[in-house]
């Protein structure tokens, strides 16, 4: 997975000189190169390299390529070499690179 699906035209960017604070809800993917703080909820997320963000993330698919700390509810989760996570997590299907570094609870979500 290079980037988590999105339905088509719902694409959302938070830039690398941003910082937003509070709570955020995207219809698709949003990318996240800034600083966040707060709870975003989304079809999918993706923090990229670039990005720091602490909260909670709530998604049907998240990616982590940069820096994280908090609460991560996803379907699918896909931790990149050089994301730093810490934490807690609660997947339906967890991909940790290796040279990602975690430092979380990992709880599969019971299925329904």
Do not use: W
Not at 93 to 98: A, M, Q, R, S
């Amino acid at each position: 997975m290079s980037t988590p699906p999105a339905s088509p035209g719902t694409r959302s960017h938070l830039g690398a000189a941003s910082k937003v604070v509070g709570d955020l809800e995207f219809p698709g993917l949003v990318e996240m190169l800034g600083t966040v703080e707060g709870r975003v909820t989304a079809a999918a997320i993706l923090l990229e390299a670039e990005g720091d963000a602490s909260g909670t993330l709530i998604a049907g698919s998240v990616a982590i390529k940069g820096r994280f700390d908090g609460e991560i509810a996803a379907g699918q989760v896909r931790l990149f070499a050089g994301a730093r996570v810490t934490g807690q997590i609660a997947y339906d299907t967890l991909g940790i690179d290796e040279g990602a570094e975690v430092n979380a609870v990992c709880t599969r979500r019971p299925s329904s």
